[in-house]
């Protein structure tokens, strides 16, 4: 639903050029619609288009708890954009988050990601060329 796109104080503006134009927008839920929660996205683009699959979670323990962790991560939904529908929901995602950050102050991460360890330099090794 990226068409509340106008802060509020523009509302009325936006409400007036619309009534001028004749266009009116209504929303629709088909039978089938669902709704779910993610915990994350990933995905990618090409030429064409963005791909997102939003995804959870599930730690998964074998053995002893100093084993290593499975995590099974459930892809729930992939949504596929045009880049200009790319653009916009990301000019739509700013906006938004702009507004939660002033309300309810500045979003922290849960979960703090690790630093990434710069690779050690072997001094005897010769870079590679070409095309691996």
Known sequence: MAEDVEPSKNKENAVSK????GITIDFVKPEN???IYAIGAAGGHSPYDFRIG????TPKMFGDSS????????????VILSPVAA????????????????????IARAIPRP??????????????????
């Open 18 to 21: 619309k009534a001028k134009k």
């Open 33 to 35: 619609f669902q709704q």
């Open 54 to 57: 939003f995804y959870n979670d």
């Open 67 to 78: 084993e290593s962790r499975v995590i099974e991560r459930r892809v729930e939904a992939e």
């Open 87 to 106: 653009l916009e929901l990301s000019r739509w995602l700013t906006q938004h988050i702009s507004e939660y950050e002033s309300v309810f102050g500045p």
């Open 115 to 132: 630093k990434k360890e710069v690779p050690k330099v072997v001094e005897d090794s010769t870079e590679l060329q070409g095309y691996i």
